[in-house]
Nanobody, 116 residues
């Protein structure tokens, strides 16, 4: 089964930037649409952004449009999420998974904390 490995989170001040990375080892990544999701404390996990296999279709939720950028490299089994102009409400654990999510186990995620 696929594994989802997220990294790149951290503590950043409001207005700052981060780039998150997702690696999916093995044969799966080039054949699936992918998504970034986040879960804030006490809230459900929600979709943030999605990208199709060929990167031809990209969707971002309204709250991050103009601030977040999603990209992927199928040759490296890697997907990135560049976060800019960060706000305290972006604080969450960020996860990657297929889009829509499969029944496979989620990774551990990477914590993004936006605070001064």
């Amino acid at each position: 089964q696929p594994q989802f490995v997220e990294s790149g989170g951290g503590l950043v001040q409001p207005g700052g930037s981060l780039t998150l990375s997702c690696v999916v080892p093995g044969k799966y990544f080039p054949f699936f649409d992918m998504g970034w999701y986040r879960q804030a404390p006490g809230k459900q996990r929600d979709l943030v952004a999605s990208i199709s296999v060929t990167s031809s279709t990209i969707n971002l939720v309204d709250s991050v449009k103009g601030r977040f950028t999603i990209s992927r490299d199928n040759a490296k089994n890697t997907m990135l999420l560049h976060l800019s102009r960060l706000k305290p409400e972006d604080t969450a654990v960020y996860y990657c998974q297929f889009y829509p999510p499969s029944g496979d186990p989620w990774g551990q995620g990477t914590q993004v904390t936006v605070s001064s």
